[in-house]
């Protein structure tokens, strides 16, 4: 249910009798995982983690969850990205006396949290000891941050960062408890629409700074952190990344994006009052939903003037330019009498790299378009994103540095026009009043940690854009050759 939110490597970590077993590889989750593979999980607990390449996150050692076996043994899977890495990995080293394996961030947080843990020196520790571990977590550890964990023999966690920049929510099922007698089942997941597949309920999201442990005889714990500031949920989450059935801290992300394309409509009325448009089409698949409600409020006919081949990925989170350009068609392929003669209206929910509107663009006109005209249900996507989504090299967004007039020459279409930030906050703030700030770096470039400077972007930009990840293509090719001739 989750897959949509990364499709190069899964894992799953389980716990039974004193024991975790684990089994992790790349690939979607129905490639790592067979039959008896799952069946030699055991365990009445267990966490899951499904990952997409960013730079840093080539192998399968990069895969997610990470295993600790001191203290206790501890398996840990994370959604996000610190900010202060570097400082954080200097102090593993000297002051904690801890070993890393490989360059991902969340063995990082996995060390950090050991090592807290290992100062209470309880033999078993109890949920304030889990929630004082947690609470150095949080003082060492900045960024945007959801994680789960389990420590064996002692109980499973979850704890949101202290802005709530990533989401983490969990749900209950009434069941037999792990030990006989009648308790509670917990789930704790980034989305809402893993539990109704799996009868469960969904009882909140956590709060910046929250953080949920569950013992071995399924009782449920919470605690804040002193720390926690006021809750600005990633926005990029409801215009992309979430599944439109989810619910995400109060709001649905269906509505959300309902509300979307009511305030883009208005804004086309207004804005190309005196142009002609024959038709919408949206940009499969998570502009639909406003893209038929654009339809709606203009009185415009709305078809699916492209077929989506559900088996090429999500082209937005695929490791490198070339690929992505690649997939695009095999993606997506056209229904030409849509298109013949027609003043065309392409609904996208974003447009951050501008591969994929480039080349629907330019199929468009070899289909006999007569005008093509672009709106986006979010505003232009300008500046990198340092808290776990990847777009962080600024020279790859399309709209940076653009006038609107240039973005649109660029893309080849006759027009472009794109959601204004407020309307964008309203559409969802009319859905859950309860949310009214939101982090909101990639369409503003203010960044809410306060920790983000322009030689820690531009250190990313080197580390993390397309040019790096060739790199490690690379470097990963020889490797697998290496270890076969070995």
Known sequence: MLQH??????????????????HK?????????????????????????????????????????FYVNSPYGIVFAHNGNLTNVADIVEGVFQKDLRHLNTTSDSEVMLNVFAHALTRGGATHPSPEDVFAAVEEVHRRCHGGYAVVAMIAGVGMLGFRDLHGIRPLVYGSRGSDGLFGGQSKEYM????SVAFQVNGFHLERDLEPGECVFIDMHSDLHTHRSALAHPKTPCLFEYVYLSRPDSVLDGASVYQCRINMGI??????????????????????????????EIANRLNLPYREGFVRNRYVGRTFIMPGQAQRKQSIRRKLNPIPQEFRGKNILLVDDSIVRGTTIREIVAMCRELGAHKVYVCSAAPPVIYPNVYGIDMPARSEL??????????????????????????????ITEVAPCLTLFETSIFDGIYVTGDVS?????????????????????????????????
Not at 5 to 22: K, W
Not at 188 to 191: K, R, T, V
Request: glycine fraction near 8%; include cysteine; hydrophobic fraction near 40%.
């Open 263 to 292: 305030k883009l409509a208005d804004k086309i009325r207004r804005d190309w009052a005196g142009v002609k448009l024959d038709v919408v089409i949206p940009i499969p698949s998570t502009s639909r939903t406003a893209a038929l």
């Open 25 to 65: 590889g790349n690939g979607l989750i129905t490639d790592v995982f067979d039959a008896p593979g799952m069946a030699r999980l055991l365990g009445h607990a267990g966490i899951g983690h499904v990952r997409y390449p960013t730079a840093g996150c080539g192998s399968v050692a990069e895969a997610q969850p």
């Open 398 to 427: 399309i709209a940076s540095g653009k006038t609107i007039p240039q973005l649109a020459a660029d893309i080849g279409a006759d027009g472009i026009l794109f959601q204004d930030l407020d309307d964008l906050k309203s559409a």
């Open 454 to 486: 322009e030689t820690y972007l531009d250190k990313l930009e080197k580390q993390r854009n397309d040019a790096a990840k060739r790199t490690e293509d690379v470097a990963s090719h020889i490797t697998r050759n290496l270890s076969a001739h070995l």
């Open 5 to 22: 939110r990364g499709q190069d490597a899964a894992g799953i970590a389980t716990f039974f009798e004193d024991r975790f077993y684990l």
């Open 188 to 191: 704790i997941a980034s989305e």
